[in-house]
């Protein structure tokens, strides 16, 4: 069973950094496409950045884009987020999500088969 877990979130001072971890389990990886996604108070679900597990090209939003940055790690089976230059608007619980059979690297939370529970991000300004 495909489980995502999570972790790295935290309060920080805008301007500071933050890298959040997924830990994949269940299987492998390969052919997935392995994504973030985030959620404000009284806001829509909403794409941050996503990677192709094989190959590893990558694609963010354009909201954070140059500060946001996806990776991973194939022997730790684990998809990171690297965020900089944290601004006060990036506060939101923070999801990763896995989409098993992706015909293309969705933008769109409903593709996407498996979710994490969320870290919570706040950023103080």
Known sequence: ??????SGGGLVQAGGSLRLSCAASGRTFSGYVMGWFRQAPGKEREFVAALRWS???TYYADSVK??????RDNVKNTVYLQINNLKPEDTAVYYCAADRNPLLTSRISYDYDYWGQGTQVTVSS
Request: a neutral charge; charged letters at 15%.
């Open 1 to 6: 069973q495909v489980q995502l877990a999570e």
């Open 55 to 57: 190959g590893g090209n």
């Open 66 to 71: 140059g500060r946001f940055t996806i990776s």
